[in-house]
């Protein structure tokens, strides 16, 4: 496995994901930010959050299994959005993509707004592999 997903007890408890990771890889890929727009460039999930987050990571998820890379392979993630208070839809939507892979250390970030008004969320991460 190429990363080892840290959670010190001296830290606080991390439910939703690790504090740090350890990557043993020797390739990193480094993926684009990810919002809920499908193959038309249609917005998924107006108004959302839950929705246009499952999307965002299904847009990920295709361009990991393009590079060959799975959810045990990211070692950094960070989440944009407007709404950076809703933790439970945010984690019950990544919850539904990853399953049961561990998270790995995130971000949330609060913005203003993103590339278009009705976007709510946009994911970005990076991976390691062998």
């Not at 990193?28 to 460039?41: K, P, R, S, T």
């Not at 998924?44 to 246009?52: E, F, I, R, S």
């Not at 561990?102 to 707004?113: A, C, R, S």
Request: charged letters at 15%.
């Amino acid at each position: 496995m190429p990363r080892t997903l840290v959670s010190p007890p001296q830290m606080h408890l991390a439910p939703s994901y690790s504090h740090y990771a350890i990557a043993e890889g020797s390739t990193l890929i480094c993926f684009a930010g990810q919002v809920a727009l499908d193959n038309d460039m249609e917005i998924v999930g107006p108004g959302d959050l839950h929705a246009q987050t499952v999307a965002a990571m299904r847009n990920l998820e295709t361009a990991m299994g393009v590079a060959g890379v799975g959810w045990d392979d990211i070692v950094r993630r960070t989440i944009y959005t407007t709404e950076p208070h809703e933790l439970e839809a945010l984690g019950s939507a990544i919850k539904e993509v990853t399953g049961d892979a561990e998270n790995p250390p995130q971000t949330i970030v609060g913005v203003t707004g993103l590339a278009l008004p009705e976007l709510l969320v946009e994911i970005e991460c990076t991976a390691v592999i062998a």
